[in-house]
């Protein structure tokens, strides 16, 4: 809602500034986003009379002009095609300034001295689609005489500032010149004054012969009509013209522009109808039938469906109400009987419609949110009486209805103590209802408790809370004081578990290299396909992009992604992870099962020296390793499992394993399919997916103590030849179930192939480490134990070196 | 008596001991003399050949000789031990400027940093951290909210639908409906509700289909409007500088009655006028209000007993602010040129005031 303030003013006079008052708005809850001043940059701007025009000796398209600016007549050569003798327009003169630095001289135009400027509209800043068609092409006319010599930005009511409300979706109330006047009282004090419409109500022949009916209350719970005959269709007068166009709203003609006009003064859409054209004598509003078509004014055909709302001559829709016109019912150049519609529609139906037809306007934006019905008949009787003023009209007969008006005052009941106990203030029940007198509303004070009446262009405040706003907002927040919470009860602040080893696992593979990464959870079709055995994803109704289609169902081709990107800006060496979510479907209508994950990416080197040489590769060892250590500082290291798989196609079949807890499957790790990685211009590159959720569900408790052995631990290494398909982890449980006592801990320190080891095979040295806590072990006591181990293993199939 | 030969072996010995370099040739040389064939142990084998008055008088001239040929050789010892050393550190001496052996630090990104910083503020004033669902139902992200169906503020956040009921969340909101929800009308309820929401934007410089948001909530009986401003008073002087102040602006929500924006006092240009206040030395960073009761009422809080104030603000936006960061896309193409920048930790050092 664009407010100027020179109407403002005819509400309401303030005097202040343009920056107090917008400020003071803003403050007061409606944001005041751009001030635009009319008056920047222009300088000597005045009304002048062009006394003749004769045609440029050398030039077609110029005119040379003797224009009156008062005290002077001077010689001006205009290019405009419309300038013409005995004229008003607006002239820059000599010295004079436009907006966008331009600066007016005395020149010479093909020989021609030219001494000052006449202007457009377009000239003086306004955007070309606000001017009037008749101007479009040339300069502004006025259409009524003027005193020459006077200020043109007066003369045009353009010596003003204009504020642009930026309006929450709760105060419709201040989508009216009348709410802004009311918001303005509030703010500044000083009383509101509605333009009258002191209307002159002709009988002709009994009446006006015409019947108004709602087939349904709930789509049309009142409708309004007058009816004003001969009516001349002709310009609007010039304050009209540019206080709609200060509004954003390009002027027509004298009955279109009224009705604009009157929109914005009441915030009351009306619409005017070509009465001679309706077809019938009666209007008869219902909802539409499905399927049914109307032709609108911009000509186009339009199919509508049950919810739509129509008003029809009878039998046919001859407008959508509160959306657009009919064609054949619009008025025209050459319409003189008028009938003019105010009405109150149903504000979902109209919001439906104006969504589902793309036709948003003024008059749908108010009716969406429900206009105020106190204003339905005054809107009424003014766009009549405008339209008797203004277009020589003959306003006939009464206002013809159908439908109920809700003109009683509702009423919200409050105490004081409610209003104080919320906003933790200590307001007088005094103090409190002045605030609200200033906002218009009557309050009858009983004890502490306060009986507000409630006027329908407020009827966004419903309960007292509504009011505990009003009374904060008039009264201002700075007065408000600052407080702690008092809790009925004391609760601890603090982490879960979960959340504590959540910010533990990131702050670890930070410290281990790997960088934070946060991606999309929207992603294509083919990736939410990648890295996953799911084949479906959960798909958005109504994709903006290809790209961000579908929910993902993994964290890896992200990462991929990313390591891609980098790598194309010179960033060879990239780890980085992601904690987010994938979703696994549950069917359509259904919420998904949202994981939490931990993703993982490593291509490059990892910790590279470059003057030693040295750097951890980015292969499935070193993927391995950190997600063991974030084992490790779980405390989960000894329920994990690592299984070698070939069940992903984008990974490399022999070096990617599922990780297991327990029995579970809770992710995998792994090299890029080469393949992949090449068609992803990667070099080797390692990934991990890790179900953090299933890690977090395990609970340690606490951690046992145990007091440290004083006797000394016994090692013995074995070499053995095995075959190249047999796993490290199956000769250490082979041991582990051989030995049956005094065994530490089992680790592999070599692994060989080649020279002096068959085809096929390999060599493999292990460590065991024996330890008795009770006294130094013997030869005999080791012997014991580790015979039947070195024995179990030859049972295995190995070769013992 | 003659002891020419005992001191003809000590001159000798003299001579030769100059002439060791290395800790090889003294021991050879220690050998020549000490050793049990040497030239000292040789001289006692003569005193069979004195008489008994001569013998104590020799053996004490060999003694000596012995104690004199001992105690250079210790010394000559010490002197080539310590070359030794010397010359073993001179040779091992690095150049220290050279780079250490890398173990390479990743970067936290900078909306989780933001994030973690503002859960611990609040963690400190007793708040419990909640996460919900991204995908949620319609009733939980709107209905609950107090926007119905037919609610026109629903046009302010266009959403991601998966059907007519399930969408990604628009808001961290419903992680508070369900947390009241959860607690069965019973108070206090204090949380902050971090997480990442979803609205149908086209991605540019300024805007982001997905971006994260962090939400508070406190439900008790007597919580009082004054009360949140104190709250957040305090969260604008911890996290952005003590001298921070804000203010308080009438606005719109439907799950909240009364509703403020609040903004805080420009931590750049301290209120002054700079780029990144607009010139109005205020920056609009939080929204808030009290709880509307119709939100208390279907979470099952009896409005007449319990009130509440919530409050929500954008970590991108605050990132964005407080480091200038001209580009929300930047959050989400993982560049390390821009998550390697938010290594350091920060302590609210006098180089910056805010966080």
Redesign the interface.
Known sequence: MKVSKEWLNEWIPVDVSIDELSEKI????I?VDEVIDYTEGIKNLVVGYVESVEQHPEADRLKVCRVNTGEETSQIVCGAPNVRADSYVIVSKVGGRLPGGIKIKRAKLRGQVSEGMICSLEELGIPEDHVPKEYQDGIFIFNRDQNIGTDALSALYLDDQVMDFDL????KDALSMAGAAYETRALFGGEVSRPGSPLTEHRDNGGNGFSIKNEDADAVPYYGARLVKNVEIKPAPVWMQIRLIKAGIRPINNVVDISNYVLLEFGQPLHMFDRDKIGSDAIVTRFAAQDEKITTLDGKERSLMDSDIVITNGKDPIALAGVMGGDFSEVTQSTTNILIESALFN??SI?KTSNRLNLRSEASARF??GVSHEFVLEALDRAAYLLEKYAGGRVTGKVMSDGELDLENSEITVTAEFIN?????DLSVAEIAESLSRLGLGTKTDGGTLNISIPSRRDDLK?R??I??EV??IYG??A?????????????????DE?KKV?II?HQ??????????????TSREKSKQFTDRTEG?????P?SED?AV?RNSMIPHLVD?AV??AN?Q?KD????EL??V?VSRG?????E?IEMLGGILTGE???????G?SVPADFYTAKGIADSLFEKLGLSDSISYRQTEGYEEMHPGRTADIHLGGEKIGFAGELHPKYAEDNDLNRTAVFEINIDRLLDVKNGIIVYEQLSKYPTITRDVALIVERSVTADELIQTIWTAADKYLEDVFVFDVYEGDNVAEGMKSLALRLTYLNKEQTLTDEEIEAVHTPVLKALEEGGAAIR | MDTSGISEIQNAFDDAVKTVSDKRSLQDLKVEYLGKKGKVTGLMKEMKNLSNEDRPAYGAAVNEVRSHITSVIEEKETVLADQALEARLKEETIDVSLPGRIFRLGSPHPLSRTIEDIEDFFIGLGYEIAEGYEVETDYFNFEALNLPKSHPARDMQDSFYFSEDILLRTHTSPVQARTMQAKKGQGPVKVICPGKVYRRDSDDATHSHQFTQIEGLVVDRNIHMSDLKGTLELFAKEMFGPDREIRLRPSYFPFTEPSVEVDISCFKCKGAGCNVCKRSGWIEILGSGMVHPNVLEMAGFDPDEYSGFAFGMGPDRIAMLKYGIEDIRNFYTNDLRFINQFKAMEDGGDQSESI
Do not use: C
Request: aromatic share 8%; proline share 6%; charged share 25%.
């Open positions: 803003t403050r007061g809850g944001e929450t979706p709760n105060r504000p979902v919001r969406e949110k106990n919320r906003l933790g203030m309960i809370e509504d505990t706003e904060a907002r927040y700075d408000l004081p600052s407080s702690l919470p008092e809790y009925s009860m004391i609760t601890p602040g603090k982490l879960t959340q910010r990131r593979l930070e410290a281990l290299g790997l960088s934070q990464a946060i991606n999309y959870a929207l959960l798909e958005l109704l109504m903006m961000h929910l990313n990107y980098n800006r960033q990239v780890q980085l992870y987010g979510r979703f359509e209508g259904n919420q998904p949202e990892m910790n590279h020296t470059d003057w030693l040295t």
